[in-house]
């Protein structure tokens, strides 16, 4: 069975202040995610991995819940940046081969 996380949204960014880069500002959102994914820390290495000063955080499933809280912080102004950037790990990772071989 193949599993799908998707982005389902952000909240109003906050925390606004300048950056090396220009204005960087704090997110929250949430992902969908089956109840029993465990790929929330390898998300998080990614995304720390690439953004180096940006950092994700994933939350738990609770009450088996389909739905995580992210934060993510030190990120630029751009919602549609971000989402396309998080979207874009979520598929390196369900792409990786030891992922796949615990789907069949």
Do not use: C, Y
Not at 63 to 72: D, K, M
């Amino acid at each position: 069975m193949e599993t799908h996380i998707t982005v389902e949204g952000f909240d109003r960014p906050n925390n606004r202040r300048s950056g090396p880069d220009g204005t960087i500002v704090d997110v929250q959102g949430q992902l969908r995610a089956p109840s029993d994914w465990v790929g929330e820390h390898r998300l998080e290495q990614l995304w720390n991995r690439r953004h180096g000063r940006a950092k994700l955080g994933v939350g738990l499933a609770v009450a088996n819940s389909h739905h995580r809280h992210i934060i993510l912080t030190n990120v630029p102004d751009d919602l549609d940046w971000v989402r396309s950037e998080l979207e874009s790990l979520i598929a390196e990772l369900m792409a990786e081969p030891e992922r796949q071989a615990s789907d069949a």
